[in-house]
């Protein structure tokens, strides 16, 4: 079975400066992919951005930044130049197979930028 | 821009009462899903559908039910609600099982029972 832990109940980072949340799975599965989500105080989800496992270069979305190291099963989310809008619970989440369409979800990051 | 669309989006049920959620979405997207987000986890899967239909559980089906009779709609169904099913429930939908960025999330629907 698929599993992803997120063991940051809560992150604190400065203005301006960049954070990386950490995000581990587990899966017996060759071919997956990985998504990060962001969910503000308002409650929608967010997508962010995504991982799939034979991807070779690591995932940018303009300041998002996915760490993925297969070999040690880990997709870090990297956020650079924090902004106050970034405050919110940040999702790793990771599909199976193209047949499987369960997503299993992390427990979630809380981040919270300081002024 | 539409998208997914949850109703109702707030909801107070007495222990044993039914309701149905209902998800739209106006995409034309085949697949559908329901989920529930309690304090501290992320999401589980309930239910999801692979198109008009059908459909098949997810993770912590029990206590639901759930139809598509229509390909833009999925129903998620309480028979009998109990506290345990106090949550937020995230429909999504997306219009293949392969990719990345194609899964779309409603805004959610507050259900708490008393």
């Known amino acids: 079975a698929q599993k992803i832990t997120q063991t940051q109940p809560g992150m604190f980072v400065q203005e301006k400066e960049a954070v990386t949340l950490d995000c581990t799975y587990d899966?017996?599965?060759?071919?997956?992919?990985l998504f990060w989500y962001k969910q503000p105080s308002s409650g929608e989800m967010i997508f962010l951005i995504y991982?799939?496992?034979?991807?070779?270069q690591n995932a940018t979305e303009g300041r998002y930044s996915l760490n993925f190291q297969k070999a040690r099963k880990s997709a870090n989310l990297v956020i650079s130049a924090s902004q106050l809008g970034d405050s919110a619970m940040y999702f790793c989440?990771?599909?199976?197979?193209?047949?499987?369409?369960?997503?299993?979800f992390g427990a979630g990051t809380r981040l919270t930028v300081k002024p | 821009n539409a998208g997914v669309t949850q109703t109702p989006k707030f909801r107070v049920l007495k222990t044993g009462q039914s309701m149905t959620l209902l998800c739209a979405q106006d995409?034309?997207?085949?697949?559908m899903y329901w989920y529930r987000q309690d304090p501290g986890m992320g999401l589980r899967l309930i239910h999801y559908?692979?198109?008009?239909?059908?459909?098949a559980k997810g993770e912590v089906p029990d206590g639901y039910n759930v139809s598509r009779l229509k390909k833009q709609n999925f129903l998620l169904g309480l028979e009998s609600a109990a506290p345990s099913q106090t949550s937020v429930y995230f429909c999504?939908?997306?219009?293949?099982?392969?990719?990345?960025?194609?899964?779309?999330f409603g805004e959610g629907s507050w259900l708490t029972v008393v």
């Open positions: 999504a939908s997306s219009y293949t099982a392969r990719g990345g960025n194609t899964i779309y």
């Open positions: 899966t017996s599965d060759q071919s997956y992919g």
């Open positions: 991982q799939g496992s034979y991807d070779e």
């Open positions: 989440a990771m599909r199976g197979p193209w047949n499987n369409n369960d997503m299993r």
């Open positions: 995409m034309n997207h085949e697949y």
């Open positions: 559908s692979v198109g008009e239909g059908t459909t």
